[in-house]
T-cell receptor, first 115, second 109 residues
Framework: IAGITQAPTSQILAAGRRMTLRCTQD?????MYWYRQDLGLGLRLIHYSNTAGTTGKGEVPDGYSVSRANTDDFPLTLASAVPSQTSVYFC??????????????FGPGTRLTVL | GQNIDQPTEMTATEGAIVQINCTYQTSGFNGLFWYQQHAGEAPTFLSYNVLDGLEEKGRFSSFLSRSKGYSYLLLKELQMKDSASYLC??????????WGAGTKLIIKP
């Protein structure tokens, strides 16, 4: 593994189903993030984790949950998918949260369609 | 509220120079980032500004004026591979990134 990986690459999901998007990084970054990207809108933060064992809510957390059991993995779960959750989901990580030029590195994204 | 404004789309000619502007109104300011995103791909980091002035990195430069809530990304000697979306993002008082919708740059031969 090099960098950040996400799985699946794409998924079509029936409304009401539960879905977990996986994200793994091998850079030993402390901070990780989940964004959704919709046409005409900027990236919107769903949830974040500043360090293993802690998580926080972003701008659009409703309908999503996360966990951070270890440094490398940060799965995003949709408990009961709805069509408005159709989007491209990006996982990102940075060395640490907070000050400085802590650029975020992005995974390749998961394209999710909820019907 | 928090707001990042960028032009939706710009067109430029191969070999020319283009300036992409970004204005912001955020709750606090802890740095401004520019990212490049090719269609169907992930964003990749281009530049970071936290102090006023110009940061130069090869063909790309980024400028910041905190008093005006303004930044621009300058791309010189444009190449076809520069066709992409350019995303402006500001780190707010909670140290989270607030993203603009991006500027789609089209390069013509």
């Amino acid at each position: 593994i090099a960098g950040i990986t996400q799985a699946p690459t794409s998924q079509i999901l029936a409304a009401g189903r539960r879905m977990t998007l996986r994200c793994t990084q091998d850079m030993r970054h402390n901070a990780m993030y989940w964004y959704r990207q919709d046409l005409g809108l900027g990236l919107r933060l769903i949830h974040y984790s500043n360090t293993a064992g802690t998580t926080g809510k972003g701008e659009v957390p409703d309908g999503y949950s996360v966990s951070r059991a270890n440094t490398d993995d940060f799965p995003l779960t949709l408990a009961s998918a709805v069509p408005s959750q159709t989007s491209v989901y990006f996982c990102a990580s940075s060395v640490q949260a907070g000050e400085g030029g802590n650029e975020q590195f992005f995974g390749p994204g998961t394209r999710l369609t909820v019907l | 509220g928090q707001n990042i404004d960028q032009p939706t789309e710009m067109t430029a000619t191969e070999g020319a120079i283009v300036q992409i502007n970004c204005t912001y109104q955020t709750s606090g300011f802890n740095g401004l980032f520019w990212y490049q995103q090719h269609a169907g791909e992930a964003p990749t980091f281009l530049s970071y500004n936290v102090l006023d002035g110009l940061e130069e990195k090869g063909r790309f430069s980024s400028f910041l004026s905190r008093s005006k809530g303004y930044s621009y990304l300058l791309l010189k000697e444009l190449q076809m591979k520069d066709s992409a979306s350019y995303l402006c993002a500001v780190r707010d008082s909670n140290y989270q990134l607030i993203w603009g919708a991006g500027t789609k740059l089209i390069i013509k031969p």
